[in-house]
């Protein structure tokens, strides 16, 4: 199977309205940006986003929110985008707000083939009303579900022609566990080697998790929130 793609739009083709997706990256660290535009771009909607977070206002995931592609987040933290609450607030998002070690085992549980496990993380708060609790050795446990998507965009730093991926520093978050609980996962790379190019001693994703690369450039990789000292 051919996995190098010749653009964005080839690499999301099917991609259709009411899909679910996941979208590597923590803040504005490691997201795919390029195919967010490209998601922009082919306008599809009403879509289920599961993401640590949505992005800010103009850009990452906040420019879907933008212009009303994402009919539902599941996300761990949504504070830094204004547009989220507004929406949020007047009803127009559905929003799931998971802890995020429990979001990030959901992800790698679905990609194993756990259906499901325990955990302390949200016994006693809202998060738990309605759902199974387990005491084990005198401490109670709450039931998560593992979770896939019909999607997974991820971005890493290198990637050779078979789908082996490199993560650089603070990318390798989210994006690594969501490469296997995809589908389809399409990886956006800066960098794209021949089989061989990469040491198989530090690559992070086996190509077997990925059907789908593409080659990026011009990245503006934006802070999140700048913190100067006088």
């Known amino acids: 199977m051919m996995k190098v793609q010749t653009s964005i739009m080839e690499a999301i083709h099917d991609i259709q309205d009411g899909a679910t997706i996941m979208v590597g990256g923590f803040g504005l ?16 909607k009403d879509l289920t986003i599961i993401s640590n977070n949505c992005g800010v206002d103009d850009f990452g995931l906040g420019i879907l929110l933008q212009n009303r592609q994402i009919r539902k987040m599941v996300s761990s933290y949504v504070g830094e985008n204004k547009e989220f609450e507004r929406q949020f607030l007047s009803g127009e998002l559905e929003v799931e707000l998971v802890p995020q070690g429990t979001l990030a085992e959901r992800i790698r549980a679905g990609g194993a083939g756990i259906p499901a496990f325990y955990t302390p993380a949200g016994v006693g708060t809202p998060i738990a009303e309605g759902r ?7 401490k109670e446990y709450l039931l998560e579900i593992g979770m896939t998507a019909d999607f997974a965009l991820i971005k890493a730093w290198k990637a050779d022609s078979s789908g082996n991926l490199i993560y650089n520093k603070t990318t390798r978050n989210f994006n690594p566990m969501m490469a296997s609980a995809g589908r389809v996962t399409i990886a956006e790379v800066e960098e794209l080697l021949e089989p061989g190019g990469l040491d198989p001693n530090f690559v992070h994703t086996p190509g077997i998790y990925v059907q789908r690369v593409i080659c990026c ?5 934006r802070i999140e929130r700048k913190t100067v000292s006088s």
């Open 217 to 221: 450039d011009n990245y503006e990789k």
């Open 29 to 44: 660290v490691g997201i795919p940006e390029k195919l967010i535009l490209g998601l922009r771009e082919k306008g599809v």
């Open 132 to 138: 199974e609790v387990r005491s084990f050795s005198g």
